[in-house]
């Protein structure tokens, strides 16, 4: 994959939210729904969501800026980019062959068994630097274990869930970096930043393909919201309501259900609805708790004629010693 930084065209210097930016235009104007008939565009898309599922891991990030690891997130080769010739100076700034001064030699390898690897370059033969080079490089040795091949990178994917689709866990529909689109069951206990491994739906590598990381993310609502597992709403119901009681429709993530007023209810009144919340692991479900609160008519002069001369004598700031 190409430089990361430039896929995005950032700076090396871009902040996460920079970084955030530059992905999401790129991503809406390449999304294959919108390039179905560009194989480039879709490419384009999965090397962009790639460079942005490193740049935006501050580890990943980090290690490829130290030049640990290349920009398809595998750890660099020793002696650069396999040869002999480019030094022993790894891939990190300073770092020497003997790892003096608290540097790791050879990028940062820290488990790297240097005999094995002098073997591998010089032969078994050979006491150190100072033997002879003419034996070449020598195939894996009988009993020796070679290291398993390496899985493709993984691809980060976020996907925007409705509120509503998050409390009653609606299958959400996805496009994958390689134009395909599955329908994703959201798990139990789901919420803003829960995360979803597909497996195999990454790049493609020597070891099979690496996972796609789904990460959720709750949209908020215009009048629920959450709180733990319950979702919480204010009701507005007007004084009549509110004195002489009433069957009123409320909302719920479920869709509007017959909700009873008691007579005589005041504003701040919870009524509680079972079972319309979030789903929690386990399988059962939060309640939706509802705030009643009384709305006065914008014109109040019929009201006023009405009441007349009545007051209401009760002291409903009594608990607050005033």
């Known amino acids: 994959m190409s430089d990361p ?3 995005l065209g950032v700076s090396r210097s871009a902040s996460e939210a920079d ?53 398809d997130g595998n750890p660099r080769m020793p002696f650069g980019n396999g040869g002999f010739g ?3 100076g790894g891939g990190r700034p300073g770092g020497g062959f003997g790892g003096g001064g608290g540097q790791q030699g050879f990028g940062g390898a820290e488990d790297l068994d240097l005999s094995d690897l002098f073997e591998g370059l010089f ?12 034996g070449g490089g020598r ?36 496009t994958l970096a390689d134009g395909k689109t599955i329908d994703l069951a959201l798990p139990e206990g ?6 979803m491994r597909l497996k195999g739906k990454g790049q493609a590598g020597p070891g099979g393909n690496g996972d796609g990381i789904v990460v959720v993310e709750v949209q908020p609502h215009h009048f629920f919201r959450r709180d733990g597992d319950d979702v919480r709403l204010d009701l507005p119901i007007t004084l009549d309501e509110a004195v002489l009681g009433a069957k009123v429709k409320a909302p719920t993530v479920d869709g509007p259900v017959m909700l009873t007023v008691a007579p005589g209810s005041s504003s701040g009144k919870v009524l509680r609805l079972k079972g319309k919340g ?16 009384i709305h006065l008519p914008e014109d109040v002069a019929d009201l006023a004629e009405r009441l007349g001369d009545w007051r209401d004598t009760s002291n409903p700031r009594s608990g607050m010693g005033v």
């Open 5 to 7: 930084y430039t896929l």
């Open 19 to 71: 970084i955030k930016s530059a992905y999401r235009k790129l991503a809406k104007e390449l999304h294959p729904d919108r390039n179905k008939d560009n194989p480039q565009a879709a490419e384009k898309f999965s090397q962009v969501t790639q460079a942005y599922d490193l740049l935006s891991d501050k580890d990943k990030r980090g290690q490829f800026d130290r030049g640990e690891i290349d920009a």
């Open 86 to 88: 480019g030094g022993f």
């Open 123 to 134: 032969g078994r033969g050979n006491s150190g630097m100072g033997g002879g080079m003419g």
């Open 139 to 174: 195939g894996p040795q009988p009993g020796r274990r070679q290291p398993p091949p390496q899985k493709g990178a993984d691809i980060r994917y976020r996907l925007a869930v409705a509120f509503t689709d998050a409390a009653t866990r609606a299958k959400q529909r996805i």
């Open 190 to 195: 789901v919420e803003d930043g829960t995360t």
């Open 278 to 293: 979030f789903s929690k692991k386990g399988g059962t479900r939060g309640d939706q708790l509802v705030t009643l609160e």
